[in-house]
């Protein structure tokens, strides 16, 4: 390998961040790894990861639209308290305006189970669906996203500040995996701005045949 110029990818740090709140309110499993959608906002799936600086943990919070597999919202932080999520969420439901009904699948973190969030949640009329207790599958496109980020960004150098981190970060969302990836799911096609496949989007304007 040494000859050749390959390089293993060694795992980065690891820590949890799954962590219940004894008594919490927790929803069912509406999902119910269907991780399909005939629209957008119809379902977004959502999470937080972890990645390690030379200053310390910065978390991320995403949240996907199972519909486009586009990232609508997504946010950064030394810490990962509700705020965390909050900032996520506030960010998804401006830039995307969803209808009453919309399904938000997350695991059982205390973020997700908080009364602030669920109480967001209320306020927007969405529906909220939980994973099973330590099911990661439950949860697969928020798991596949971040080991894309992972993989394709992270794991790739060391971080000597959250500030490299979060502009490359913002980079490869916005600017990579939003606009130019393509996507398996989607049959090898991006996501356009608005969250919609390229070749589905004539549909939805009514100018497909």
């Not at 390089?7 to 509406?30: C, E, F, I, L, Q």
């Not at 997350?106 to 908080?114: E, I, K, L, N, P």
């Not at 529906?127 to 439950?138: K, P």
Request: net charge positive; aromatic share 10%.
């Amino acid at each position: 390998m040494q000859r050749l110029g390959v390089r293993a990818r060694r795992p980065g740090k690891w820590k949890t961040t799954t962590v219940s709140t004894p008594g919490a309110t927790v929803a069912p499993n509406r999902l119910e790894r269907d991780f399909t959608a005939k629209a957008p906002n119809e379902v977004w799936t959502a999470d937080i990861t972890y990645v390690w600086t030379w200053e310390g943990w910065l978390y991320l919070a995403a949240i996907v639209d199972l519909f486009s597999r586009r990232v609508v919202g997504w946010a950064a932080a030394d810490h990962m308290r509700v705020d965390l999520v909050l900032e996520a969420f506030d960010k998804a439901v401006l830039s995307r305006r969803p209808p009453a009904g919309l399904m938000f699948h997350s695991d059982r973190g205390s973020q997700f189970t908080s009364h602030r969030f669920l109480k967001a949640l209320a306020d927007h009329v969405m529906v909220a669906s939980m994973s099973r207790r330590g099911d990661c599958f439950d949860n697969a496109v928020s798991e596949s996203f971040f080991a894309t980020y992972m993989n394709e960004l992270i794991h790739l150098q060391s971080w000597p500040t959250r500030r490299a981190a979060l502009a490359a970060t913002a980079d490869f969302i916005d600017a990579r995996y939003n606009t130019r990836r393509l996507h398996s799911t989607l049959g090898a096609r991006r996501a356009t701005v608005q969250g919609v496949p390229e070749d589905v989007e004539p549909f939805l304007k009514g100018g497909a045949t």
